[in-house]
């Protein structure tokens, strides 16, 4: 479980600051309106920020559990 808390903050910290930012207030719970002041961003606009944030977290999440190739041979 430690290695998937520490999978997770890694990835977290290759995105981009707004959307690592979004990602872990949405993830403490903090409400829509608060996580967009603080983004300065219009309400409306949060749930794309999000989504685009959660593809680009998946892409960071599934680099580290893919072994690293070696000596590939085709």
């Given at each position: 479980?430690?290695?998937?808390?520490?999978?997770?903050?890694?990835?977290?910290?290759?995105?981009?600051?707004?959307?690592?930012?979004?990602?872990?207030?949405?993830?403490?719970?903090?409400?829509?309106?608060?996580?967009?002041?603080?983004?300065?961003?219009?309400?409306?606009g949060l749930d794309?920020?999000?989504?685009?944030?959660?593809?680009?977290?998946?892409?960071?999440?599934?680099?580290?559990?893919?072994?690293?190739?070696?000596?590939?041979?085709?």
């Open positions: 479980m430690g290695e998937d808390i520490n999978a997770y903050e890694a990835a977290l910290r290759q995105l981009p600051e707004a959307h690592s930012l979004a990602l872990r207030l949405k993830g403490a719970g903090v409400a829509d309106e608060v996580v967009s002041g603080y983004l300065h961003i219009e309400p409306e794309t920020l999000l989504r685009v944030a959660e593809q680009k977290l998946a892409v960071e999440l599934h680099k580290r559990r893919l072994p690293t190739p070696r000596n590939k041979v085709i």
